[in-house]
């Protein structure tokens, strides 16, 4: 008989505090923490230390340390480590002033989402040449199938798509590297950009394969599951909408 499925996998991208409690550290290393999990956390099982937001601050924590317990956990893309940390009286050590640590993660977030939109574009495109390679190459009724309307529009329409999100993302980018005061602008714009390209272009990636694109025997599956892990991974895509339209306002006030 064949095998039992596997089980289900846990809840996907959640993020949650547990029993949360602060205490001022007596070995100069700044808070402690009492009791705090994070979940999932990209490469948590390699990583050496971690950036935690906690108590509306950046904390710096060696994972290594004692009071730091790692557990692999499952997610959509299983290419790409994932991590559940549990602190228990881990030393921390705040990074800048405590006083405006939730200004310091707001720049971090805007700062992420610049590289992770051109990680997004680049899958984008990875899955288009994907679709063009087997549309010129796969015949039917005697000619390819890149030859007929219906597959042509799905290319013409994850090029454009891809075109608006590199587009996009070079905004990021010079902003970024300028320091400009647009950046939180620029990183919205990409982010949101980059994140709707990449999933419309793993998806027609699939429809493109027709119905083998859903077997394990072509490599649709991964830039899909790639594309929807990154869709939430430093927030979702409704978020960083509203990240958007909240520049866009502060923008025109200005």
């Given at each position: 008989?064949?095998?039992?499925?596997?089980?289900?996998?846990?809840?996907?991208?959640?993020?949650?505090?547990?029993?949360?409690?602060?205490?001022?550290?007596?070995?100069?290393?700044?808070?402690?923490?009492?009791?705090?999990?994070?979940?999932?956390v990209?490469?948590?099982g390699?990583?050496?230390?971690?950036?935690?937001?906690a108590?509306?601050?950046?904390?710096?924590?060696?994972?290594?340390?004692?009071?730091?317990?790692?557990?692999?956990?499952?997610?959509?893309?299983?290419?790409?480590?994932?991590?559940?940390?549990?602190?228990?009286?881990?030393?921390?050590?705040?990074?800048?002033?405590?006083?405006?640590?939730?200004?310091l993660t707001?720049q971090v977030?805007?700062?992420?989402?610049?590289?992770?939109?051109?990680?997004?574009?680049?899958?984008?495109q990875?899955?288009?040449e994907?679709?063009?390679?087997?549309?010129?190459?796969?015949?039917?009724?005697?000619?390819?199938?890149?030859?007929?309307?219906?597959?042509?529009?799905?290319?013409?329409?994850?090029?454009?798509?891809?075109?608006?999100?590199?587009?996009?993302?070079?905004?990021?980018?010079?902003?970024?590297?300028?320091?400009?005061?647009?950046?939180?602008?620029?990183?919205?714009?990409?982010?949101?950009?980059?994140?709707?390209?990449?999933?419309f272009?793993?998806?027609?990636?699939?429809?493109?394969h027709?119905?083998?694109?859903?077997?394990?025997?072509?490599?649709?599956?991964?830039y899909?599951?790639?594309a929807?892990?990154l869709?939430?991974?430093?927030?979702?895509?409704?978020?960083?909408?509203?990240?958007?339209?909240?520049?866009v306002?502060?923008?025109?006030?200005?």
């Amino acid at each position: 008989p064949p095998p039992p499925p596997p089980p289900p996998p846990p809840p996907l991208f959640s993020s949650r505090r547990r029993h949360t409690r602060y205490r001022r550290s007596s070995r100069g290393l700044g808070d402690v923490y009492k009791r705090q999990t994070k979940i999932p956390v990209a490469d948590g099982g390699i990583a050496d230390v971690a950036v935690v937001v906690a108590n509306n601050g950046l904390y710096l924590v060696d994972l290594s340390g004692a009071g730091v317990t790692r557990t692999p956990v499952r997610t959509l893309d299983f290419s790409r480590g994932h991590s559940r940390i549990e602190f228990s009286g881990a030393a921390a050590e705040p990074l800048g002033d405590p006083s405006s640590g939730w200004a310091l993660t707001q720049q971090v977030l805007d700062r992420a989402a610049v590289l992770f939109a051109w990680e997004q574009a680049g899958g984008a495109q990875a899955a288009l040449e994907m679709a063009k390679e087997y549309a010129l190459g796969r015949y039917a009724f005697g000619r390819p199938i890149a030859s007929y309307q219906a597959i042509k529009h799905k290319l013409a329409n994850m090029y454009v798509k891809n075109t608006l999100a590199r587009s996009n993302c070079y905004f990021g980018a010079w902003a970024l590297n300028t320091n400009a005061a647009e950046l939180p602008l620029a990183a919205a714009t990409a982010r949101v950009s980059a994140t709707e390209a990449y999933y419309f272009a793993s998806k027609e990636n699939v429809q493109t394969h027709g119905g083998m694109g859903f077997t394990w025997e072509f490599d649709c599956q991964f830039y899909y599951r790639r594309a929807k892990l990154l869709s939430v991974n430093i927030g979702s895509e409704a978020m960083w909408q509203d990240r958007l339209i909240t520049a866009v306002e502060q923008s025109n006030a200005a």
